[in-house]
């Protein structure tokens, strides 16, 4: 479970000071699916970050799965996001001289886990994500619907707690945007937390709850019907 209480962020310059979130409290459960929702400069990517262990707050209080992290050292939240956080990007972030199998083996890779444990993880995520077929291809060779599905497989491969989707579907047509929102919903009833930033209500539909932030600040929370 994440729980945040009172979380602001501050950025600093030289000659300014730029508060990103303010005041941010909230819970966020096991297994749940909540979409962040809010105009562009309004704290989403600010407070995915602080989510993801790549930041911390300026101020408040962060229990990371029973862990208060506003005092961890670099390495300590570096061990923490290996062990519990995936991160799928708009952007796809696949590397174009290795095939698909490779893009999502370099997961594993940085964690440690043994080659054999790797092939066998490797397989199993692809087969879930449907891509078991184009596992010696390059990204260059998959549609834009395809490669984002090798993202989430990179996300899955190593069993997070957690997934991290921002602007998961902004690259994407209709048809290939509603199979990774499908693929998320799927993950998420499997009992992996998602916490996905979109600007599409439609896509904000599929989560069992909506955060719409402005300013900094929650502005609104919505559950939505099961």
Known sequence: MLKLTNISKAYRTSEIETLALRDV????????????????????????????????????QFQFYDQAIEHFSERQLTLL??????????????????TVEE???VALIYRGVGRAERQRRVAAALERVGL????RHLPQQLSGGQQQRVAVARALVAEPKLILADEPTGNLDTANGEAVMDMLTEI???????????????????AQRTLNLLDGQVVAATLMAA
Do not use: W
């Open 132 to 135: 078991s077929h184009r596992a």
């Open 25 to 60: 409290s909230l819970e966020i459960a096991q297994g749940e699916f909540l979409a962040i929702m809010g105009p562009s400069g309004c704290g989403k990517s600010s407070l995915l970050n602080i989510l993801g262990l790549l930041d911390t707050p300026s101020a408040g």
């Open 188 to 206: 998420a009833r499997a009992g992996t937390t998602v916490v996905m930033v979109t600007h599409s209500h439609a896509h904000a539909a599929y």
């Open 103 to 105: 893009n999502v083996d």
């Open 81 to 98: 996001r290996r062990r519990y956080v995936g991160f799928v990007f708009q952007s796809f972030n696949l590397i174009d001289e290795l």
